[in-house]
Structure formats: structure tokens, C-alpha cells
């Protein structure tokens, strides 16, 4: 059916219902023909920790499983930067985004530019404690990202502050501190070419919080080890396990935050990671769940599932990292008086609460 005819008004409601209901299904086969896309992209890229796991298959070298894990990290960072961004899976919050730098000022070179991964000049910045702490104003922006004078894309940071906030003026829009799509928008299924040129995009950065995380959980399975032989470590051990969780959880959030922001510093996104993940708790259950459910599928058929699942487990795992770092989103969002900015990050605002507040976040998860 064409365009013509769908808006003509004298088409018969027969006509119509069968077009949405064709223009439904090709949706749903795309999501779950990107979703697998997306496992196989990760399995790829998570090489050396696929090997380990086929080759050693023994968790008693649980150190060497964490340090493939550390060099596989970026292959999460680029698959949240195609959950973020891939038309087959656009949320409400996703479509308001493009929707927004597409229609701004320099919206061409956005979408130009949407081939792979952003394009950054000088940051502007961004602050974080004071964000996730829920101040008022958001905080400093120019504690969170990086200074560079170089512009790239006709961006540039020579604009006075003021410049930079209302929607009438000629000034950039997205900041550089926000990622650029990093999928192109005229694409239905498009995933591999988008998703390696995002890795190669995020990989240093990706490395860097991985190996650091790693460091943390060895670190704190070391200590369940030599504590699970004490008489009282019994007390002990289940709340490192749950320490575990936490940092596993601030891993999936520096991911998110390292695709969001481009100029984030190493330090700011791993502190305030830290400060997200003991946020909204109760988010934490299906990240376990999902953990635990994947972990023992994969025990038991493990070509099957990793193939078929790990996209799926990822994708779970990114909308509720993402919930947490929303609360960032919004408050960076507000100190930027930016009205565009503000409504990019407004869709889960950062003052839900209780279940409201649960239903509203999980808008990055429905399609």
C-alpha cells in the first residue's frame, strides 16, 4: 500500500488495518532479526572470552575467565551503542532523540554522521556527582568531560556558554558531550558494519573500565575463597557475593555512560557508575535473575544459547542500566537548560519513584 493511499481518506478501514498490521509484523521480525544480529556481533567480539570458555571450561581458572572478560568489554560498549540507537529497536525516548538532532540546525550532519560513532569536538561538559546525588542544578558539567579544542563536522566549542542553551540560536546541536547516533537511520536491519565501527569507536575507553572492574571483582573472589574457609565466613560470603552484583552492575552503567557521553574522563564515568548502581535497587533483581537463568542455560546447551540468548540477556541488562543512568541523564539534561537536551533525557524523568516510577523507566525496553 502506498503512502498516497494510506493517508487518503477514502481508504477503506479493511485496507488500513491490513497495512498496520503488515507494517507491525515486519517490525517485530526486524527486532528479533537485530536482537540475534546482536548476539552473534557480541560473540564475535567477545572472542577471547568465547575460547576460554569452550577451550578451558573449568571455573576453578576463574581469573582467567574475568581477564577475557576485561579484554572483551568493548563488545558490550558497542552493542549498548545499537540498543541505543538502531531504528528496528526505537524506543519512544530513542525516536524523541533522533527526532530532535535530525531536526536541528546541523540535523545532516548528524545523520551523516550516523554511520558508525559519533563525532566529538571540544567537550563542554558534564557533572556527576552532584547529578546523581539529585541536585537541583545538575552540577558541573566541565568536572565530567574531557577538554579538546579540535572540531570536527562544523562543531565547534568558540560559541560563548550562553550561546549554547536556547533553541533558537545558531549553535550546535547535540552538544559534543552527547553522542551522535551511531546507526543510521535509513537502515532496517543493518548491524555489523555499525556495530565494529562503534567498537572501534569505544574500545580504549571500554578497556579501560573493564580491566578496572576486573580488577575489583578478582579482588573480591579472591576474598570469598579465603573467607568461604573460615567458621565464620558463612556470614560473610553471601554479602561479597552480592558485592559481586553491585559491581557488575556499575560495569554495565560505565558502558551505557561511556557510549552517552563521548568526553567523559575515566575517573568521573567509574565514580559515578559506582554511585548508579546502588541506586534503584530493586532494578537489580532482573539483572540477576537474568544472570542466573543465562548462566545455567548455558551450562546446559551452549551453542543454542549463546547464540539465540546473548542478545536477549544483553538487551534486559541494558534497558536497567540505562534506567539507573537516567537519573544522570535528567539532571545533566536540566543544567544544560538546553529545552532540546531536556526533552532527549525527559522520557523516565529522574523523579519517578515506586512503581510509576518503574514503568516510566522501563520506556527504553518497549517497542
Not at 550516523?114 to 563525532?119: D, I, K, L, Q, V
Amino acid at each position: 500500500m502506498s503512502n498516497e493511499d494510506k493517508s487518503n481518506n477514502n481508504a477503506s478501514p479493511d485496507a488500513t488495518n491490513k497495512w498496520f498490521q503488515a507494517d507491525a509484523f515486519m517490525r517485530i521480525v526486524n527486532s528479533v532479526t537485530v536482537i540475534l544480529l546482536a548476539g552473534i556481533c557480541s560473540l564475535i567480539a567477545s572472542l577471547p572470552l568465547v575460547i576460554v570458555a569452550l577451550v578451558v571450561n573449568d571455573l576453578n581458572y576463574w581469573p582467567l575467565y574475568l581477564a577475557a572478560a576485561a579484554v572483551s568489554s568493548p563488545a558490550v560498549a558497542a552493542l549498548y551503542a545499537m540498543f541505543r540507537d538502531h531504528p528496528a529497536l526505537s524506543s519512544h525516548a530513542s525516536r524523541v532523540r533522533i527526532k530532535l538532532m535530525t531536526e536541528s540546525g546541523d540535523g545532516a550532519a548528524a545523520t551523516a554522521s550516523a554511520s558508525g560513532f559519533p563525532t566529538t569536538s571540544a567537550a563542554s561538559a558534564a557533572s556527576v556527582g552532584s547529578a546523581v546525588a539529585g541536585s537541583r542544578n545538575g552540577g558541573d558539567r566541565a568536572a565530567f568531560t574531557q577538554r579538546d579544542d579540535r572540531s570536527s563536522s562544523g562543531r565547534s566549542s568558540s560559541a560563548p556558554s550562553g550561546q549554547r542553551g536556547r533553541r533558537g540560536n545558531a549553535a550546535a546541536f547535540p552538544p559534543d558531550w552527547i553522542a551522535m547516533p551511531y546507526v543510521r537511520q535509513d537502515v532496517a536491519v543493518a548491524f555489523f558494519k555499525p556495530y565494529f565501527a562503534a567498537y572501534r569507536a569505544l574500545c580504549r575507553r571500554a578497556w579501560a573500565q573493564g580491566c578496572t572492574f576486573a580488577i575489583v571483582a578478582f579482588a573480591l573472589g579472591y576474598d570469598i575463597l579465603l573467607l568461604a574457609q573460615m567458621p565464620w565466613g558463612v556470614y560473610v560470603v553471601p554479602a561479597l557475593a552480592v558485592v559481586l552484583l553491585f559491581v557488575f552492575a556499575a560495569f554495565s552503567i560505565s558502558m551505557v555512560l561511556i557510549v552517552e557521553y563521548p568526553k567523559a574522563k575515566y575517573l568521573s564515568v567509574l565514580k559515578n557508575s559506582a554511585l548508579l548502581s546502588v541506586r534503584r535497587l530493586y532494578i537489580l533483581l532482573i539483572t540477576a535473575v537474568a544472570l542466573v537463568a543465562y548462566g545455567y542455560a548455558l551450562f546446559r546447551w551452549f551453542v543454542p544459547v549463546a547464540v539465540l540468548g546473548t542478545g536477549v540477556l544483553w538487551y534486559l541488562v541494558w534497558g536497567a542500566s540505562r534506567w539507573q543512568a537516567q537519573l544522570m541523564f535528567s539532571a545533566l539534561a536540566r543544567e544544560s537548560h538546553d529545552d532540546r537536551i531536556i526533552a532527549m533525557y525527559q522520557v523516565a524523568p529522574a523523579t519517578g519513584s515506586g512503581i510509576s516510577g518503574f514503568l516510566k523507566g522501563t520506556t527504553e525496553w518497549r517497542q
